[in-house]
């Protein structure tokens, strides 16, 4: 198992880091990596969606780097969140949506009619922009996805797996006590965190997060940040946000979306300090949105 | 022809005192150029009202107490010993005089005197609808009359009026817990009637039904035991489940989850249907072709299968309810929140494992309470298990020999007999007592957990 | 940092392998479980099939019947009666029925059975020896009443010769339509040799033909005369009961439904009430059956087997029904049309019913025809208030008995003459079925149309 192979993280407790986040200006709590040093595993080319005759998105090539974070913003409705979505297939469950275009992740085709989407979503697991636990306890909550895909062979198996998810989640110390009480009990930012270690729990190679935090409060968003800046050291992550300060916050890659178009993107800092597009810097200043 | 007249009466009264109403707050409004509080229309349906409750009160009194004062007319104009008959030669004599009055006439021989007391009657009768048509016309226009000298420009005419109406809006709510109440009363009472024929111990924990009488002769009132009926009704709704839930659950479970929006709208009309056939077409079908084709069925495969069994009536039932659970676990399942499926199908769950280890569990309270509500409805279904369930009752559990019901027996021991006199008829109060507490129960329970699980996810 | 990097790359790709080798089960489950799903589906519609298949083609060729045209001679031998009396001055309307009715009594002692014999061998070739219990029993036995009435109605037909159209009996329906074996043995058989050969002969000739059997509209129900029993009566019984429905049930319930959804004060009351209404509604019908002979007929002495005790009955069982669904409709108009009419000043009365109302209308028609169409279909709680009773007429009041069409299906399946009341039967069902179809397709037009205008 991957447990002992890099710590867990010290488990966040509500009180910790507070202070920490929303009120710091931006600029301080931009990351200096720089993504060209991740290799991307996961590419797009050309991607374009179709609800029935509707254009919602239109050719998005990028590149995201591996093990790193890679944020996506953009006003509501510029197609962030349907771009997301095609990364693991979700838009398949949308009656009427039609993909064209390449999204390749280790050079293979993820719409190749071959490719099991069952399998993909294995690897690339989501988080969504409500909490949405199962009404289940905690413990079959996290165990749901090993179940299902037969990755544990014993009880004890499973039991390592949950615990180890909870606790890369940074959750397992808050519920250690409670794991067979229902998911559905916890608060906001539990709940999402709850349904990180859910998906981490299956082991993806990259987890998409759409809006993750936009039903929480800004303690459970700083909790869920600082989780997001971990686990950035084992899964590529790409997240969806309208917030910029999280986009800036957290992520190392940002492109910015607008009218389902990909404008401009590169590295978080640059996009922030010195974006090549006018309407990136429109929407950074707050003229767009 | 007198309905029609007093209603005729009443109508013209009433546009009068609505046209009064209208056009005298419209002449306030004229002359003194005042701001009336209501509108013209408010002020003549205030009158038409203030007209319509003397001249009800006055109709109602009359049908009340009507036919007994005729009565007493005529038994007064009646001679002496004609009134001493009584029972039902006075009645008859009553009905010629009736009839004389009328002016029909009656057969055979017509004594003088019958003559003169029809005469008399006639008279007396059109003067006294005079009098009561005359009295509730009267009242009405003095009614009217108050009404109108009422009418000012303060006058919260449409508040009264609105007030009036919210009355009449309670009123007719309150028919349908005046019906529970109905229900309630009557059974109870015909029950306790019952009871007082046959223990109540005997009715609830008996094994024999034979509500004939006993050749013996020393239990004259023959055995009423509840437990065979009860067995009965139990295994004929429990072999509907076994159709009814497993069909019906996997075709919501297609429609809502799989199938595509136009094959979801051509399909489900058609299954709705179904629901919408009167069950005593499923009676006859049952009869004809279901258990027919059960008892070659089991000629076909050695094990004897009667035409008309529990087996039977169930299976139809379980066909006539498998709408009743599709369309309601349909609705279940869509207020499960596409979150959870996502939530689920973004793990890498297929379709399957979602709906199986997710929303079938997350909907579980709901679907166990529209099979609570289906349930309740198959044991008080009547007309299949009249036709189809081969009325023996007897305490047996094989389900292709025939059984009776609580239903099946309700119908034969009530059917055609009213004067509710014995034990074999009122034992009918009893088994609707029982089937009314189970079905209440089972609803309540239902409703309850249906309302719990929409609260959890609203 | 590379050590990592490879163990958790191998720990993935173990992880991948896993999933993998579980897939093909998987999928297959899925399959199985959408095999399941069609193949509910599947079952229930070739429910639906099967049950309409089994009544129309056991019910239509109930809607052609043999018929028979004789040539009837109104023999005065036969026919020997005093003329028909005639209306004397003075006498009482009581007197001349009276009268009359004696002379009717006369008309039908007669021995109309040998007219319709007559007709009947004369008819046949020359020399075709039949008896004349046989030769009566091609014809429906209630075709004698008919050429009674066909002679009180003109006594001047005696001694004349008139061709007349005559059913053929139930038997003989049988028997040409080859609903009853025709190979069985004699024993076995419902009508003599010589009669089915007779039948045969005449539907070769021509005197005897199949057509639409318009009396099963008009005529009502018959025992003696199963051939030309008839839908008039129950159907009457039913629109009756259907008018009561209508005209109690459908303002009651509107008005409940408008009470509870706009006005009702939130408190424990009309939440009794609201409770109350929805166990109303699952409350088995055969228990409103119970609540109509305790209260209807034993308390209020109301008449057994009269469709206004029906109609009461149905009137509230459907009740709920109607509330519930009128309710829906009124939650789903708009708060904001709600708020736009008190904001300008209207009170809540008139808010409910200048503005709500009418845009409801289509929900609440709708919910009227649900209630109706449930309310024509039921038949437990009609057999406790007596209207299973046999009434061989049509009646002319909602006072009067009368069967209705769900309970005339119940009977007909009783009928010992199962032959030929099991397409009667289904030919009822038809009609009944036909009915709420209607029923529903008007409503659907009708919203559509409604909800168009808008």
Redesign the interface.
Known sequence: MTTDTFSAGAPFAMSASPTAVPAEPVKETVRTIDPAANPARLRTDDVSVFYGDKQALFDVSIDIPEKSVSAFIGPSGCGKSTFLRCINRMNDTIEGCRVSGDITLDGENLYDPRLDVVELRARIGMVFQKPNPFPKSIFENVAYGPRIHGLAGNKADLEEIVESSLKKAGLFEEVKDRLHQPGTGLSGGQQQRLCIARAIAVGPEVILMDEPCSALDPIATAVIEELIDELRENYTIIIVTHSMQQAARVSQKTAFFHLGKLIEEGPTEEIFTNPREKRTQDYITGRIG | MTPMLIAAVLLVLMGLGYTQGFSRSRALLAADGARLHSRPQYHGALVALWVLVPAILVLALWVMFGPGVSRAFIVSQLPADIVALEGSQLNIAIARIQ?IASG?????EVAPWETAAGETYAQFHFLTLLLVVGAAAGLGILALLYARKRITPALRA??AV?RA??W???A??????L??F??VA??L??AIRFFTFVNPLDFFFGTVWNPRFSSTGSDAQGQYGLLPLLWGTIMVAGIAMLVAV??????A???SQ?A??RMRNT?KP??E??A??????????A???MGPALAALGQAIGVEIRATSALTAGLVMG?MI??FI?SLSDDILRQV?Q???????????????T????LL??ALPGIVGATL?AI??A?????IV??AAGNSPILRANPAEPISTV?VT??NQ???D?D?AGPQSLV??AL?LT??AM??VL??VA?MIVRRFREQYE | MADTTTSTDAAARARRETIRKGLGRRHLTEKLFRGFGIGAILIALGLVGTLFWMVISKGYPAFTQANATLEVYFDPEILSFDPAPVRGAGQSDADYRAAHLGWQRAVTMANWNRIVENAVVNAAPQGFEIGSREALALIDAGERHRLRDMFVANPNLLGQRVSVDMLASANTDNWLKGTIDRNLPDARQQLAASTRQLADMMLENGTIEFRFAWHIFTNVDSRAAPAAAGLAGAFVGSLYMMLVVIVLAVPIGVASAIYLEEFAPKNRLTDLIEVNINNLAAVPSIVFGLLGAAVFIRYFGLPLSAPIVGGLVLTLMTLPTIIIATRSSLRAVPPSLRQAALGLGASKTQMVFHHVLPITFPGILTATIIGVAQALGETAPLLLIGMNAFVAAIPATPFDQSSALPVQIYLWQGNENRNFFEARTSAAIMVLLGLMITLNAIAVILRQRLERRK
């Not at chain 2, 007719?172 to 817990?177: I, K």
């Not at chain 2, 044991?379 to 007309?383: D, L």
């Open positions: 009839a029909f006439g009656v057969a055979g449409r508040n609105e109406i919210g009449l809006l309670l007719c709510s309150a028919v349908a817990v019906t529970t109905g229900i009557s059974l009472t015909e497993p069909v019906g659950l996997m075709t479970i297609y429609l799989y595509s929006p399909i058609v299954i249907v179904l919408g056939i009167p069950t005593i077409v499923y009676g006859f079908f009869l004809v072709t066909i498998i709408p599709s929140p979150a959870m499926r996502d939530g689920s199908l973004g793990l890498g769950a297929t379709q399957n494992e709906i199986r280890r997710v569990p997350a509500l309740s409805r044991i008080g279904e009547t007309m009249v036709m239903t309700i119908v009530l059917t055609g009213s509710f009918a109060f609707g089937l009314f079905t209440l609803n309540v409703l």
